[in-house]
């Protein structure tokens, strides 16, 4: 059966009761099933009844307007630019399905669209197809694909993607690295090897490390931030698997919680389906 979306629940609040007391506890316990953390939904419906008292707002017209500014707040939106003749390098990080390897082809495609010079990094040398699937997609989109052999230092995939990029007078290199949270220790060594070597190699300020989460997973998904944001820093999101019938709450509670904004939202296999994040637009949709 499909899930019933926070903007059906939202709509159908407002047929079920007055804006009192109790349609605010429905509106938590909906924005709570939409993906925004139970800490987050009791502040923000509790500062929600409060504004609508001050303002005397009584139509679902004027309380939808209040609750979309509030949520365009919390969702944060990032913009990366490449700096010219310089080594830029973007490092994804994410657990393993959350479409890291695909989402690397789709911003290597975005960039090069723009007339970058970009390079892909197969930095996960660790599960079997994630190679071989970064090489299928160079091929198809006619992007260089840097790789060493199945099992090697992810760091010295990096490495030699940049020094690459040096030669050639700089551009992007897009680094695709391993997920494997059930073993978090070995992973987050491993990241923070590649995070200094790639550090190393960037210039100044060209240097990102962007999440990839998938926006279907809700809280989860909130949690992984808070992992790889103590491992190494991120710097930005990607969020795949998005359509507006998602629940995606997970933008709002990352950015409020963690204040790490979103740079792209995937919404589709293609690699033209990726777009940069638009914070309003996404509050827009969100509440349909």
């Known amino acids: 059966m499909a899930k ?23 509106l938590c316990d909906a924005l709570v099933e939409g993906d925004i953390g139970a800490k987050t939904a009791y502040e923000m419906t509790e500062a929600l009844e409060k ?13 939808r307007e209040e609750l979309k500014n509030m949520l365009s707040s919390y969702a ?6 490449i700096e010219k003749d310089k080594v830029n390098i973007f490092m994804l990080l994410g657990v ?36 071989e699937q970064l090489e299928m997609h160079g091929k198809n989109l006619g ?9 090697s230092d992810p760091s010295a995939v990096v490495f030699d993607a940049a020094d690459s990029v040096r030669a050639k007078n700089g551009g992007l290199v897009i680094a695709d690295t391993a997920g494997r949270l059930h073993n978090k220790e070995n ?17 100044e300020g ?29 710097d ?30 995937c919404t589709g296999e293609k690699y033209e389906n990726i777009a940069p994040f638009d914070a309003e637009k996404y509050a827009e949709e969100f509440l349909g």
């Open 4 to 26: 019933i979306s926070f903007a059906e629940k939202f709509k159908n609040l407002f047929s079920a009761s007055k804006i009192n007391s109790d349609f605010f506890d429905d």
């Open 51 to 63: 504004i609508c008292r001050e303002k005397k707002i009584t139509t679902e017209e004027g309380v």
């Open 76 to 81: 944060k939106s990032v913009s990366f630019e």
């Open 96 to 131: 393993n399905g959350v479409g890291k390897t695909t989402s690397a082809a789709k911003m290597a495609n975005f960039y090069r669209n723009k007339g970058e010079s970009v390079t892909l990094a197969a930095s996960d040398t660790f599960r079997a197809a994630a190679e």
């Open 143 to 151: 992007i260089r694909v840097v790789s060493h052999q199945h099992g």
């Open 187 to 203: 992973l987050v060594r491993e990241l923070q090897k590649i995070d200094r070597i790639a550090r190393e190699k960037a210039d």
């Open 206 to 234: 060209c240097y990102k490390k962007i999440l990839v989460i998938d926006a279907t997973t809700g809280q989860n998904a909130v949690r992984q931030a808070e992992v790889f944001s103590e491992a190494v820093g991120v």
């Open 236 to 265: 930005g999101i990607i969020m795949t698997k998005y359509d507006s019938t998602a629940r995606g709450g997970a933008a709002f509670s990352i950015g409020k919680e963690l204040g790490i904004p979103v740079a792209f939202v």
